[in-house]
């Protein structure tokens, strides 16, 4: 009887010892892959989701077809923009962390950004590349601009009468080009200036700090909207308001949407179109600035 208490005692000693060395051992693995995945140091579990985000950004354009481009430029002031917003052009948004480097205590990070633009596979119907409208030349508008309410007649012989142009939507997006982006295409700055579009420029690009401040028609006062006299676009929370999903127990983010509507405030030069509709003619009136959805 004394020696089964004796063997009983042992063993439960022994269990209770190697309990306590695999408590410590397990201890120290776990604290060890808390650091591994916390600790911001290259190798780190963190670093390498960092570096290669698991995250699938998805990205959808909406650009905004002009209905009446005849009656805005005959008579800019009272005239009503029509628009209509066209179906969605849907990219994978790959992106890339570029030319790290840790300074020698492992403190400071530098890096670069770079996105690349991928027709989604599913998404972007193929047919839409066929797609068509009426668009503003923002390259024009922007040179425009510089003109001040007077432009000279060498503003007209080098960039045309038109303020609208009817052409394919998906270009304006991933490769567009024009006789006047021509002239001003030396003058720009990036690695892609062969063509222009919003998704084309920005492609295998570097991002950038930037400040923006543009009218978004969404949770704007009926007076504003009333004031920019745009008819076509009724924003609703289900599609253009901005969110984000967090798992509860652990504050991952799930889902995140962030809707941005892209403008420009563009001088509209008074014209009349020809009976035979083969060009304009500028009229005397008053030149106006008027606020254009492009995006």
Not at 272 to 290: L, P
Request: overall charge positive; hydrophobic content about 35%.
């Amino acid at each position: 009887m004394t020696n089964k208490t004796n063997c009983g005692g042992i063993l439960a000693s022994s269990l209770v010892i190697l309990a306590f060395v695999f408590s410590i051992f397990w201890k120290k693995v776990i604290q060890r892959n808390i650091i591994n995945a916390v600790n911001f140091k290259p190798d780190s579990d963190s670093f390498k989701k960092w570096h290669n985000s698991p995250i699938n950004n998805i990205g959808s354009y909406h650009l905004f077809n002009i209905t009446n481009p005849i009656e805005i430029v005959h008579d800019p002031t009272p005239i009503t923009i029509n628009v209509k917003e066209i179906r969605a052009y849907t990219y994978n948004t790959k992106t890339s962390k570029t030319n790290i480097k840790w300074s020698n205590d492992y403190r400071k990070l530098s890096y670069g950004v770079e996105q690349l633009f991928i027709r989604h596979p599913t998404r972007f119907d193929p047919s839409s590349v066929h797609d068509t409208g009426v668009f503003i030349d923002l390259v024009r508008a922007i040179f425009r601009a510089s003109y001040g309410h007077k432009p000279s007649q060498a503003f007209y012989a080098l960039t045309g009468m038109n303020t609208f142009y009817y052409r394919n939507a998906v270009e304006q997006l991933e490769d567009f080009n024009s006789d006047l982006f021509e002239i001003v295409r030396e003058k720009m700055t990036g690695p892609n200036t062969v063509k222009s579009g919003f998704t084309y420029r920005r492609n295998g690009s570097q991002l950038y700090n930037i400040s923006i401040y543009i009218a978004h028609f969404y949770e704007s006062s009926n007076e504003t909207i009333h004031r920019m006299n745009i008819n076509g676009f009724k924003p609703e929370s289900g599609n253009h308001d901005s969110y984000i999903y967090f798992e509860p127990c652990s504050g991952t983010p799930l889902k995140a949407v962030y809707r941005m509507q892209l403008n420009i405030e563009a001088i509209i030069d008074p014209m009349t179109q020809s009976k035979d509709g083969s060009g304009f003619t500028s009229i005397e009136r008053k030149v106006v600035k008027r606020l254009i959805p492009i995006l």
